[in-house]
């Protein structure tokens, strides 16, 4: 530490190149730190559960087909048909499906016409509990005596519904148990009563900030296209798909518009998330592949242009070792400067993506723990050209300049 | 104070073998005063860099102070250096970045000084010098003299036992060249033995010995000085 003074001495002095090193940090460090924080939004929104049994289910977009009084009693027949195949759990219609990209957004409102919240409508029949997998955790479950059949908007019709647990605690902050046999009203503020809570059941938009927020109605939707989730007997989705499909096919007129797993369609919803991801790695990497060689380039360069003065220093009484330290703690000082520099860059901008895309703000362990990150690498790269300084034999200072 | 018994210098490469200085004996004794003379390519600046520590001998024995120094580390014979040797160089060796008292505080760092006395030092080496009312100049803002007296002020400001100055005059013209003759002079005057390697007849002849080196041979008598000097 005997040489810090002299060093920042030096560096005020020289001005142009330790500032442009000390911008190149700053930049690295703040773009790094962001990119990471969301690297981890990222991957943790992908690995949120989707309520669903993700493995043994899949669905099928279908239509029925004929007059639209009698598309009640063709959804009734492809139900039986295809609950009654021996491969599969269970059938329920669904007006959409979790992370498909498609589907109805709703108010959800604690008095008519004054917005609360904003959420997804699914409107299915009384097994959607058993058949996707859901865990009920507060209130009753639906029952046959709540299921409607509508051509189409059961959102117009008034009845008991099931939420997700988001949905509850918005409700009802202090005791979100306390939202079973409450009154919301939906976009066409019709009272609702919520009969019970699932933990978990995601939105058909899975970067929605309302993806949690859901409502399940009990309304079988007959329409020209339907949505059959299905689910198989654990191990057996494979098979359950091709006998669903051949068992639909048997019908007339029959088209199949999708026949996706659920394990293919998350992986579909995220597919962009993960490119994103690829490519913030991708600029982190060569962010820190630059610093690191514009440091060593730095210090060679400055070690070469140096090499009198070292062994000038050399000459007067400076050892290998403090040579060494000399430029190790030089880094030191421009890593450290560029780093506050970058915590300070990376806060703020931090703060503006909060504010206009809504991401979390960089935690305080992310930036400390970049910060160590690039001054390791400062050191690791300084390394070598202070080695080669160190072996800068004083004798030089005696030759002619 | 310095003795040299066998001393010689070999420079090793793959295939080629050049010995810059043939095996000799010198003995210099605190406080005198010793001139190095000898052409281009003698072999002058092998002796200074081996007298000084800055590089090893490769045959032979060297005492500095009564102490062997040939199997020194490197970190000691760095120790050696900063306490024991003073370099003054030809071309200053300044650090342009740094001030004229952070140029002298330089060497002083190495050492267990504390600030107030490294500042006492620093000073009363600038005083010495004449640049006292200048120490926060920097090198480029001084003559080559100027420059050279500052070197001088690093050199001293460490009380070392021996100033190595290597053609302290060769880039300074002959009015600058004698002030920093007349300032050796003092410093010898006051207890620190100088050996200086030069090209100027005239300036040699100021030390009290003269030691001459030919085509890698040291000897000490040099009857015809002006034949010696290329």
Not at chain 1, 145 to 159: A, F, K
Request: charged share 20%; net charge neutral.
């Amino acid at each position: 530490m005997k040489d810090l003074a002299p060093i920042i001495k030096t560096l005020l002095k020289a001005k142009a190149s330790p500032f442009l090193l000390i911008l190149q940090i700053a930049i690295t460090f703040m773009v790094m730190v962001n990119a990471v924080n969301m690297l981890s939004e990222r991957s943790k929104n992908m690995a949120r559960p989707i309520g669903v049994d993700e493995t043994n289910s899949f669905y099928i977009q279908t239509n029925l087909q004929g007059e639209s009084n009698a598309l009640g009693a063709r959804l009734d027949e492809d139900l039986v048909r295809l609950r009654a195949l021996p491969s599969v759990q269970g059938v329920t219609p669904m007006s959409a499906i979790p992370l498909e990209a498609w589907g109805r957004a709703t108010l959800i409102n604690k008095e008519p016409a004054k917005v609360f919240e904003y959420g997804a409508y699914f409107a299915v029949d009384e097994s959607v509990v058993e058949v996707l997998g859901l865990n009920l955790i507060a209130g009753e479950n639906l029952s046959v005596e709540d299921v409607y059949t509508l051509p189409m908007d059961g959102i117009d019709l008034s009845t008991n519904i099931l939420i997700t647990k988001a949905v509850a605690q918005s409700l009802s902050p202090d005791d979100w148990q306390q939202a079973v046999g409450m009154t919301v009203y939906l976009s066409n503020d019709k009272p609702q009563q919520v009969k019970g809570v699932v933990e978990t059941m995601q939105g058909p938009w899975p970067l929605w900030y309302g993806v949690e927020f859901n409502v399940i109605s009990p309304l079988r939707e007959a329409y020209n296209e339907v949505r059959y989730f299905v689910r198989a007997k654990p191990g057996l989705r494979d098979e359950a798909m091709e006998q669903v499909l051949e068992a639909l096919l048997k019908t007339p007129g029959r088209m199949i518009e999708k026949a996706k797993t659920i394990e293919t369609l998350k992986f579909e919803a995220y597919q962009s998330d993960r490119a994103t991801s690829k490519l913030l790695i991708g600029v982190c990497l060569g962010l820190l592949i630059v610093t690191g060689l514009g440091i060593y380039g730095q210090a060679r360069f400055s070690v070469n242009r140096r090499k009198r003065q070292i062994g000038t220093r050399r000459a007067l009484g400076a050892s290998k070792g403090q040579v060494m330290r000399f430029f190790m703690l030089e880094n030191a000082v421009v890593s450290l400067t560029g780093l506050v520099i970058g915590f300070i860059a990376a806060l703020s901008l931090s703060e503006q993506f909060s504010q206009h895309f809504g991401l979390t703000p960089v935690p305080l362990p992310y930036l400390l723990s970049g910060m160590a990150a690039l001054f390791v690498l400062g050191q690791l790269s300084v390394s070598y050209p202070a080695l080669q300084a160190s072996r800068v034999e004083p004798a030089i200072a005696t030759r002619s300049a | 104070m310095l003795k040299m018994t066998g001393l010689a210098k070999v420079y090793l490469t793959s295939d080629v073998k050049t010995q810059a200085l043939q095996p000799f004996n010198l003995s210099i004794e605190q406080g005198e005063f010793v001139a190095v003379i000898g052409p281009s390519g003698s072999g002058k600046t092998t002796f200074l860099n081996i007298a000084g520590l800055l590089e090893n001998h490769s045959e032979g024995v060297y005492e500095l102070d009564g102490k062997d120094v040939s199997t020194l580390s490197d970190k000691h014979k760095s120790a050696y250096r900063n306490e024991k040797i003073g370099f003054v160089f030809q071309s200053f060796n300044l650090i342009p970045e740094l001030n004229l008292y952070d140029n002298i505080d330089m060497p002083l760092r190495y050492r267990k000084f504390t600030a107030k006395e490294r500042d006492e030092r620093i000073m009363k080496a600038l005083e010495q010098v004449g640049l006292a009312g200048r120490k926060n100049h920097y090198p480029t803002q001084l003559s080559g003299g100027q420059q050279q007296r500052v070197a001088i002020a690093r050199a001293i400001a460490g009380s070392p036992s021996v100033i190595f100055a290597d053609e302290p005059t060769g880039n300074l013209d002959s009015k600058m060249a004698q002030g920093i003759m007349s300032l050796l002079q003092d410093i010898n005057a006051s207890g620190t033995s100088i050996i200086m390697v030069t090209h100027d007849n005239e300036q040699a002849q100021q030390a009290q010995r003269i030691v001459q080196i030919k085509d890698g041979v040291l000897s000490e008598d040099a009857p015809i000085l002006a034949q010696a000097i290329a």
